[in-house]
């Protein structure tokens, strides 16, 4: 196949033609004279209008197989949110200091790979360990398909190791989760009571929290109903914080009804439902051997340190040909 046929299939894959109609349609609001009266909404419209720009021009300029592959890779995130940023959280598991390290082993990685495809990371929250690694952290990665690519990340992931804190060396097996959601827009209408939730603050510590742990500007928000916490730390004013909390725990709540969604057609199809923590998605083993393996596609590197460094992409794409069919 020619180069272009190829950026013909890729119009096509793309919805390039859908893609410049939604151009014209934000440049005529962007030229009204209200266009930023609503400063948040026009930020939005913004970004969007740079993304579809940039995307569009990746597509017209392609020049090599190289630039094809990179789009062909593009043309797989068809998920509706698959476009959206991404809010990533890690929980460390039973194991005290062992699963601690290695939950923060694993945000080094996603904040290393944020890093290396060029999206802004910013730290929402960081719980740390006692003794080291962190319990949880929450961090949000923003840029075009950043929820698209991360989505292979959510589940159980597994570390096999010689321990650093074992006096004897002996090898341990350390787990944490990894949860992930979509950065919602201002336009998805998720209600949220005041009733329904528990704000209390604190002082700021730890990652992003430095400079400001001297007033109680961090906040955290329960949503009573569900059981979802969220806090946020990272910014000098407790108002910010709280936005950026609640903006998250509805991402989250939002997530959520579209979970439920699946679950109920799922149970009606007859379908297994899996637990939360359920089996791991992928295993990292430091010793004996050196090896990842993702259990879900089979896909394997035998260079740990070079995934844990944030060389994830190989591992993303195998997933999304998975899901792709």
């Not at 593009?74 to 890690?90: E, P, T, W």
Request: glycine share 6%; proline share 2%.
């Amino acid at each position: 196949m020619t180069i272009d046929q190829s950026k013909n299939e890729l119009y096509s894959l793309l919805k390039i033609d859908e893609k410049k109609k939604r151009v014209r349609e934000i440049e005529a609001q962007m030229n009204k004279s209200d266009f930023w009266l609503n400063h948040e909404k026009a930020q939005e419209l913004t970004k969007e209008l740079s993304d579809l720009n940039g995307l569009i021009n990746q597509v017209e300029n392609a020049q090599n197989d190289q630039d094809i592959n990179k789009l062909n890779i593009l043309a797989m995130f068809s998920g509706i949110y698959d476009k959206n940023s991404a809010v990533l959280s890690i929980h460390a598991g039973a194991g005290g200091t062992e699963a601690q390290d290695w939950a923060q082993m694993l945000l080094r990685m996603y904040e290393r790979w944020a890093d290396n495809m060029g999206f802004r990371r910013e730290t929402i929250d960081v719980s740390l360990g006692e003794e080291a690694g962190i319990k949880s952290a929450t961090i949000l990665i923003t840029g075009l398909h950043a929820f698209g690519w991360l989505k292979s990340e959510a589940g159980v992931h597994r570390l096999v190791r010689l321990s650093p804190f074992d006096a004897d060396h002996a090898r341990h097996t350390s787990f944490a989760l990894v949860e992930l959601v979509p950065e919602i827009s201002n336009d998805v209408e998720i209600e949220v009571e005041n009733k329904d939730l528990r704000i209390d603050v604190f002082k700021a510590g730890g990652h992003g929290g430095q400079g400001v742990n001297t007033t109680d500007s961090a906040v955290r928000i329960t949503h009573i109903p569900t059981g979802i916490v969220v806090a946020c730390q990272n910014e000098r004013s407790q108002m910010q914080n709280k936005e950026i909390a609640l903006k998250i725990l509805k991402s989250k709540l939002h997530q959520l009804k579209i979970k439920e969604k699946q679950e109920e057609e799922a149970k009606i199809r007859g379908e297994h439902i899996s637990a939360g923590w359920g089996n791991q998605i992928r295993s990292y083993v430091l010793h004996p051997y050196k090896l990842v393996k993702d259990h879900r596609t089979d896909f394997e590197s035998t260079d740990p340190e070079k995934v844990l460094d944030g060389d994830l992409n190989e591992f993303m794409v195998e997933y999304l040909k998975k899901i792709k069919g």
